[in-house]
C-alpha cells in the first residue's frame, strides 16, 4: 500500500478521516490548496472535479475563478495564460481531452510555467471507448511535464500536493500531472485521510512562486518569443536538467511530506522486492491487485514482488535497476501500446534502465493488458507471475512481446441480427416534397401535411438508450422525414450518438459515420468531397445521389465551431443540425455555451454563491448566418411542418449551393429536471417567450416563420423558466436581477431579429 502504518508524531498536522473517491479528493485538493484559476472542459471520468468544485464555490467554500473552456484546446490555453500572470492554475481532463490540449503542454513547460492538470485516465478514441486504461498519460510522456502517478484516492490527494511542491521548486518550474485510474480510482470510495485546515496545505506549499510575469506592465517581458538554434536546443537541455532537478528533489519533498502526513511514498513503490526472484512491473491500480497475488505466491514458496512507479516523469531508471538487480524474470505489464514498438513505452524504459546495468541478467517480458478498461483480475496478475516464473525457470523468454486478455471471435456464434433491413431510396424518396427556387433566388416549398408522411420509414429505428421523454429522436425523425432520398449522416459525440450505436448494435438504418465531436464538420466536408471526386472519376454509379447531413449537440458546437464554420466557409454541400438541449447531457449536464445564464447545471450549481450559468447564450444561429452560407434555419419538434419544410429546403441548398446549418431545441427531461410528457410544452414555452425564435435565414435574407405577438401567444420567459427544475430558482424572489437580464437579452436580440425580418439588406 502508499499509505505505510502511520506514527503519530508531534509535528503532525491533524487530519480528518473520511469515504471519498479519487476525484472527491483530486477537487478536496485543489480546493485547499487554493488556486487562483481553473480552465477546464468536461470530459469523463474526471469531469466530476470541476462539477465538485463547482458546487463547493455555489456554497462559498472556496474562491477558485473556474473559466469554462470551449474545448480542451482552450482549457490548456487558458492555463497556461493564466500562468503567465503569475498565480497557481489548474486543470483537469481525460483521454481525448487530454490530445486535443496536446499542443499546448509543451508551450507550457518550454517557457516553465508550473501548474497541476489531474488526468484521470481514460482510453483514447477511437473507437471511443470511456473506460480506464493508460493510452491517454502515454501521449504525455515526451511534453516535457512531470508525471506523477497516483494509485488510489489517497494517492490522488497526496500527489497532487506534492506534484505542485516539486512543480514549482526554482530548480524545476515544470507543469505535472497528477494521473490516476478512471473509474477504478477517480470513482471508487476509499477511506483516507485530509489535513483538517486548508492553511495545512497553504503553509506547506507556501506563496506561489516569483515568476517572469505578463502582469507588471512597469517591467515589460517578452514570454515566448520565436527561437532558433542553438537556443532551442539550449532550452530544451536546461527542461532536460529541471527533470534531472525534479527527480533530485523527489526524495526530500516525500520525506517532508511524510513529517507533515504520515504517508510515505518514494519514486517506486516496491512490494517485496528485497529478495524477489520475480517480478511484475505495473503502474497504478493494477499494481495493488497484483500485491495480493504476490502474497498468495510467497505462501506457496515463490519469491515474488511488485514494482511500480509512483512518478514516470523524471523516469525512475535508478530505483527501478537497483529493485530488478537480483531479479531473474520481470513481466512488465502496460495499459497502453505503442503500436508496432514491440511494447509500449514503459517496456523500453524498464530494459533501457536494465541496460545501463553491465551485471543485470533479469529477463523482460512486455505484455499489454487492460485496454479499453478491461478489469485485471487477480488471476491476470497470476498469469504475470507464471510468465515471470516459466522465464526464470527456462533463462529463456519465448515470447518477449505480447497482448493479454485479447479475445478471439468465434465463428460458431451467430452474426448479431440486423434491426431492420437497409432502407431503399424508394423507401425514403415520397415524391410528396417539393422544392422550386423563386426568381428572388430563395425557395419555395410545396409539402404535404406533416402527417402524409407518416408512411415513411424512420432512418433510426426506436429501441435505442434515450431517456423516456427524449426530445432528441422525434425532432430528428421529422426533420428526416423532410430530407428526400438517400441520407449519409455523421454524427457527433454526444447522446443521440451515444444511445444509438454500441458495437456491434445500430439503430441506424441508413449509413453512419462518427467522428470527434470537434471535428465532424471537417470529416463531413471531407466525405462529402471525396463524393463528388469519385463522382468524378465515374467510380461510384452514374446517378448516385446522396445528402450529407452531421447531427451534433450543442455542446459540439462550442468545441466543434471552429470546424464547423471552417466547412461553411468552404461551402460545402452538406447539412450540419445542432439539437439543443442546453448542455453537455451525455457526460452529466455541465454547461454549454448554449445554456442561458442563471440556468443550474452540473458545473454552474445555484448556492449563497454563484447563481447557476454566469452568462448568456451563444445565438449559434447568428454566428452561422455571419459566414453567409445559403440557408440557416430554426425548429422545434412541436411545428413538424415548418420543421419539414426547412429540412427540404436544407437539402435542396445542399446539393444545390452550399451548407446549410440548422438549430433544433429539443426537451431533455434528465436533465432539465422536467416530467417526461411536459417536454414540447417547455419547447413551445421556449418560443412564444421568443427565447427561441423560430426563422430561416435564406441567403441572407431573415424571415420568422412563427410569431407569437401578433396572435397573442407571447409569454414572459418567467412562464417558461417555471416549468423546469433547472430554471426554477430563478423565478424566486431575490433573483429578479438575473431574471430581468434574461428577459432583456431575449428581447434584444429578437427585436434585432424582427428588425432583420422587416428589412431584407440586414
Ligand atoms: C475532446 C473531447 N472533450 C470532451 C469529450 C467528452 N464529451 C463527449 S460528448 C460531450 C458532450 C456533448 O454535448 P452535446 O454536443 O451538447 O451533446 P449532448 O450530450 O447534450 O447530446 C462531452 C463533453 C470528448 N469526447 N472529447
Ligand atoms: S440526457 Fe437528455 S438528451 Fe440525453 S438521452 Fe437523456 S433526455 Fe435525451
Ligand atoms: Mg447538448
Not at 509512483?310 to 512488465?332: C, K, M, S
Amino acid at each position: 500500500m502508499t499509505i505505510a502504518p502511520s506514527t503519530p508524531r508531534a509535528s503532525r498536522a491533524t487530519q480528518v478521516d473520511g469515504f471519498r473517491t479519487g476525484n472527491e479528493m483530486a477537487a478536496l485538493s485543489a480546493k485547499q490548496i487554493d488556486f487562483h484559476v481553473m480552465g477546464y472542459y468536461p470530459i469523463t471520468p474526471s469531469t466530476e472535479i470541476a462539477e465538485l468544485l463547482d458546487e463547493m464555490k455555489a456554497a462559498g467554500e472556496h474562491d477558485i475563478m473556474m473559466v469554462p473552456a470551449d474545448g480542451e484546446h482552450g482549457a490548456a490555453g487558458i492555463c497556461y495564460g493564466a500562468t503567465t500572470g503569475g498565480g497557481r492554475v489548474f486543470n483537469a481532463t481525460s483521454s481525448q481531452g487530454l490530445l486535443y490540449s496536446l499542443e499546448q503542454l509543451p508551450v507550457q513547460s518550454g517557457t516553465r510555467y508550473p501548474m497541476l492538470l489531474d488526468l484521470a485516465t481514460r482510453a483514447v478514441s477511437g473507437p471511443l471507448d470511456i473506460r480506464g486504461d493508460h493510452s491517454d498519460v502515454y501521449y504525455a510522456l515526451n511534453t516535457g511535464w512531470l508525471i506523477f502517478m497516483a494509485r488510489d484516492p489517497q494517492a490522488v490527494y497526496d500527489m497532487n500536493l506534492i506534484a505542485l511542491r516539486v512543480a514549482e521548486r526554482a530548480d524545476v518550474r515544470l507543469p505535472a500531472i497528477v494521473a490516476f485510474d478512471g473509474f477504478f480510482t477517480s470513482h471508487q470510495k476509499r477511506r483516507v485521510r485530509s489535513f483538517e485546515d486548508d492553511a495545512t496545505v497553504q503553509d506547506w506549499l507556501g506563496p506561489p512562486p516569483e515568476m517572469v510575469t505578463a502582469l507588471d506592465p512597469r517591467h515589460p517581458v517578452t514570454i515566448g518569443p520565436y527561437m532558433n538554434d542553438p537556443d532551442l536546443i539550449n532550452n530544451k537541455y536546461q527542461l532536460e536538467r529541471a527533470m534531472d532537478a525534479a527527480a533530485a528533489a523527489l526524495p526530500g519533498v516525500f520525506a517532508e511530506y511524510e513529517a507533515l502526513s504520515g504517508r510515505r511514498y518514494e519514486p517506486v513503490d516496491l512490494y517485496r522486492m528485497d529478495d524477489a526472484e520475480v517480478a511484475v512491473f505495473l503502474v497504478n491500480s493494477a499494481a495493488e491487485t497484483a500485491k495480493d497475488v504476490a502474497d498468495r505466491l510467497r505462501a506457496g514458496g515463490v519469491r515474488a514482488g511488485v514494482v511500480s512507479p509512483n512518478v514516470i516523469r523524471p523516469f525512475p531508471a535508478d530505483a527501478i535497476r537497483e529493485a530488478l538487480r537480483g531479479v531473474r524474470a520481470v513481466v512488465i505489464g502496460e495499459r497502453s501500446c505503442s503500436f508496432g514498438g514491440h511494447g509500449a513505452n514503459l517496456s523500453h524504459e524498464v530494459k533501457s534502465a536494465l541496460k545501463d546495468d553491465p551485471d543485470n541478467r533479469t529477463l523482460c517480458l512486455s505484455r499489454i493488458y487492460g485496454l479499453g478498461g478491461r478489469d485485471f483480475y487477480a488471476e491476470d496478475a497470476e498469469t504475470f507471475f507464471r510468465l515471470a516464473m516459466e522465464a526464470a525457470e527456462r533463462g529463456v523468454v519465448k515470447v518477449p512481446f505480447d497482448y493479454h486478455g485479447v479475445e478471439p471471435g468465434d465463428p460458431a456464434k451467430p452474426q448479431p441480427r440486423r434491426g431492420a433491413p437497409p432502407l431503399t431510396r424508394e423507401e425514403t424518396t415520397s415524391g410528396l416534397l417539393q422544392v422550386q427556387p423563386r426568381p428572388d433566388g430563395r425557395l419555395d416549398v410545396e409539402a404535404p401535411p406533416y402527417w402524409q408522411l407518416a408512411a415513411k420509414p424512420k432512418r433510426v429505428l426506436p429501441g435505442h438508450g434515450a431517456c423516456p421523454g427524449c426530445g432528441i429522436f422525434p425532432a430528428l425523425d421529422q426533420f428526416l422525414r423532410g430530407i428526400e432520398g438517400d441520407v449519409v449522416v455523421l454524427y457527433q459525440t454526444g447522446c443521440a450518438m451515444v444511445v444509438t450505436t454500441g458495437y456491434p448494435y445500430t439503430s441506424h438504418r441508413i449509413t453512419y459515420v462518427h467522428n470527434l465531436f470537434q471535428n465532424g464538420s471537417a470529416a463531413l466536408s471531407g466525405l462529402v468531397e471525396m463524393f463528388h471526386e469519385r463522382m468524378r472519376r465515374g467510380e461510384l454509379p452514374a446517378g448516385e445521389d446522396i445528402t450529407f447531413v452531421m447531427i451534433t449537440g450543442d455542446g459540439g458546437m462550442d468545441i466543434g465551431m471552429g470546424a464547423a464554420i471552417g466547412a461553411a466557409l468552404r461551402n460545402h454541400g452538406m447539412i450540419v443540425v445542432e439539437y439543443d438541449n442546453q448542455g453537455y447531457m451525455n457526460t452529466g449536464s455541465q454547461l454549454s455555451y448554449s445554456t442561458p445564464l442563471g440556468h443550474m447545471t452540473s458545473t454552474s450549481h445555484v448556492g449563497p454563491a454563484e447563481l447557476g450559468k454566469a452568462f448568456h447564450h451563444k445565438d449559434t444561429p447568428q454566428i452561422m448566418a455571419a459566414t453567409n452560407i445559403p440557408y440557416v434555419f430554426t425548429g422545434v419538434e412541436g411545428y413538424p411542418d415548418d420543421l419539414m419544410a426547412k429540412a427540404a429546403k436544407a437539402q435542396w441548398y445542399a446539393k444545390n449551393q452550399g451548407t446549410a446549418y440548422g438549430k433544433i431545441l429539443i426537451s431533455c427531461p434528465l436533465n432539465w429536471k422536467t416530467e417526461d410528457r411536459v417536454g414540447v410544452d417547455i419547447v413551445q414555452a421556449a418560443v412564444d417567450s421568443c427565447f427561441f425564435p423560430l426563422y430561416e435565414i435564406e441567403r441572407g435574407v431573415t424571415r420568422i416563420t412563427y410569431d407569437p405577438e401578433p396572435i397573442g401567444r407571447r409569454v414572459p420567459v418567467s412562464d417558461w423558466l417555471k416549468q423546469m427544475g433547472k430554471t426554477k430558482h430563478l423565478c424566486k424572489p431575490g433573483n429578479e436581477t438575473t431574471l430581468a437580464s434574461i428577459e432583456a437579452e431575449v428581447q434584444r436580440r429578437w427585436q434585432r431579429l424582427k428588425a432583420k425580418d422587416e428589412n431584407p439588406l440586414l
